[in-house]
């Protein structure tokens, strides 16, 4: 149990620190957020969103979820889509996977699983066969893995594009973009996937 108390002491340098460099920021998060843009990324604990990005509290909407899924059928990240395009009038919506994720590796694995886990990772499984011809192309499993957590990005980002939630703010002519990133651990550098999408007429089936 030592862990947890480091963490409250930790915590209480953090906040002194910012009282004493910036007053009055953090009473300000009191009244209102104003993100400018939501992101979607992974629950992997390597990718300290705010952190790399160099933005602090109060400017990253965030929703994780293991291998960064975008899922019409979930209603915890269709909330915070609803909340992050309506409420808060965010612009941009960026999926950021990351190169060696556990969850799409566990998709890549053909050992029957069970439990929760691999019912969230069926459409990933999916994608990895539907993929299989291109990814064999490929020299390494390593390659293969990260490739497919390219794909993975590209496809939450089509998903993004055809939610009601996102078409409806297209269609009121509100502007709001979609991006696919990748994060990469050895460099610490994000990488854009060049599939960005800023209106219906960019959907048109590939
Ligand atoms: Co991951």
């Known amino acids: ?34 993100p400018r843009f939501l ?6 604990s390597r990718v300290p969103a705010n952190e790399i990005c160099g933005l602090q509290p109060g400017e990253m909407f965030k929703h994780r979820n293991v291998a960064n899924l975008v899922r019409e059928n979930d209603p915890n990240c269709q909330a915070v889509i609803q909340y992050a395009v309506h409420t808060l009038k965010v612009r941009h919506i960026v999926v950021c996977g990351h190169y ?40 390494s499993e390593e390659q293969r893995w990260n490739r497919l957590c390219e794909l993975n990005v590209i496809e939450q980002v089509r998903s993004l594009a055809a939610l009601p939630l996102v078409r409806q703010t297209w ?10 990133w990748m994060y990469e651990f050895h460099t610490g550098l994000l990488h854009d996937l060049d599939t960005s ?5 960019a959907t048109a089936p590939s």
């Open 171 to 180: 269609d009121e002519g509100r502007p709001l973009s979609l991006h696919g």
């Open 39 to 44: 992101w979607i990324g992974c629950s992997d």
């Open 100 to 139: 060696h994720c556990g969850g799409v590796r566990a998709a890549m694995d053909d050992t029957p699983q069970d439990g929760p886990l691999a019912g969230w990772l069926a459409p990933v499984r999916d994608l990895r066969q539907h993929e299989g011809s291109s990814l064999a192309g490929l020299d």
């Open 197 to 201: 999408i800023s209106g219906p007429q």
């Open 1 to 34: 149990m030592r862990y947890l108390p480091e963490i409250f002491a930790n915590n209480r340098r953090w906040a002194e620190a910012v009282r004493r460099e910036r007053p009055g920021y953090l009473p300000g998060l009191n009244v209102s957020q104003n």
